[in-house]
T-cell receptor, first 115, second 116 residues
Framework: GAGVSQTPSNKVTEKGKYVELRCDPISGHTALYWYRQSLGQGPEFLIYFQGTGAADDSGLPNDRFFAVRPEGSVSTLKIQRTERGDSAVYLC?????????????FGPGTRLTVL | AQKVTQAQTEISVVEKEDVTLDCVYETRDTTYYLFWYKQPPSGELVFLIRRNSFDEQNEISGRYSWNFQKSTSSFNFTITASQVVDSAVYFCALSELAGAGNMLTFGGGTRLMVKP
């Protein structure tokens, strides 16, 4: 079956612009996660959705970052007034449930470059 | 707060050598899960194993084996008879049972280079 997909695969933008990153989870997976991976580091948690609601957004670095999942499937990560420090690979993952034992399946990521 | 440390940032071995990747974790929870993921050059994280905190049995899967020791808060990963295709970045991760969801806390990763 299809895995987690993310679009675009690469995004180059200018400082101050607005960007949207999309994640299509595995069909039927109720839990969806966003992580950010800076060069040479491990992924860092941003936000977790259970269904349509953001159950934990404690990882969002500031109020320029926002994410939605209006129908409990596709999610969009939105970044306003981008800064050069936002450059990273943004990873999306989904799992069947929101429990700790549920394996998270990761997408290929969106590489964001802010010039 | 939870934390995962992978002290080895890079390891280089010659094909057929055995190699162990170290992982040390910190958590206040008594119930938690530990994971290993592989990130090949293509970039996609690939799940390798999950272990819960109550199961300290070592596990072997083909050339891969894992050694979980609660007493030292370690969850080490050994590749036996390494192959060039094992070259990748390997991440250890921790998930606590408490909290709203099972967010993963990752270590910094170990880049493994297997030379022919």
């Amino acid at each position: 079956g299809a895995g987690v997909s993310q679009t675009p695969s690469n995004k180059v933008t200018e400082k101050g612009k607005y960007v949207e990153l999309r994640c299509d989870p595995i069909s039927g997976h109720t839990a969806l996660y966003w992580y950010r991976q800076s060069l040479g580091q491990g992924p860092e948690f941003l936000i977790y959705f259970q269904g349509t609601g953001a159950a934990d957004d404690s990882g969002l670095p500031n109020d320029r970052f926002f994410a939605v999942r209006p129908e409990g499937s596709v999610s969009t990560l939105k970044i306003q007034r981008t800064e050069r420090g936002d450059s990273a690979v943004y990873l999306c993952a989904s799992s069947q449930g929101g429990s700790s034992y549920n394996e998270q399946f990761f997408g290929p990521g969106t590489r964001l470059t802010v010039l | 707060a939870q934390k995962v440390t992978q002290a080895q940032t890079e390891i280089s071995v010659v094909e057929k050598e055995d190699v162990t990747l170290d992982c040390v974790y910190e958590t206040r929870d008594t119930t938690y899960y530990l994971f290993w993921y592989k990130q090949p050059p293509s970039g996609e994280l690939v799940f390798l194993i999950r272990r819960n905190s109550f199961d300290e049995q070592n596990e072997i899967s083909g050339r891969y084996s894992w050694n979980f020791q609660k007493s030292t808060s370690s969850f080490n990963f050994t590749i036996t008879a390494s192959q060039v295709v094992d070259s990748a970045v390997y991440f250890c991760a921790l998930s606590e049972l408490a909290g709203a969801g099972n967010m993963l806390t990752f270590g910094g990763g170990t880049r493994l280079m297997v030379k022919p």
